[in-house]
């Protein structure tokens, strides 16, 4: 009885285990395609991203996607309109 319930707790772990790399995973694809988008946004727009900026929207939008929000409810969730941008002039890009 106790090897039958050892085998059923070491499935449950690696079962957990496997469950929260697909979210790592999951998560590291929203982010990725986040940040790409805005680079290419900010690059035609010619103004400079901020890394903490870039992180601070992404990492939101892993959230709100995590909560079962669509894209365009995460985008208006996330994105600071208010937020001043600065001029990208003579500055590399991320």
């Given at each position: ?20 790399a ?15 988008a ?42 600071k ?14």
């Amino acid at each position: 009885m106790a090897r039958k319930l050892g085998i059923i707790v070491f499935g449950l772990v690696a079962l957990t285990a496997a469950n929260s790399a697909q979210a790592g995973l999951k998560d590291n694809i929203i982010f990725s395609s986040c940040a790409a988008a805005m680079r290419k946004e900010y690059q035609q727009a010619d103004k400079q991203l901020l890394l903490s900026q870039l992180n601070d929207t992404c990492n939101c939008v892993v959230k709100q996607i995590n909560e079962r929000k669509n894209i365009e409810q995460a985008k208006t969730t996330c994105i600071k309109t208010g937020q001043p941008i600065s001029s990208n002039r003579d500055r590399h890009n991320l």
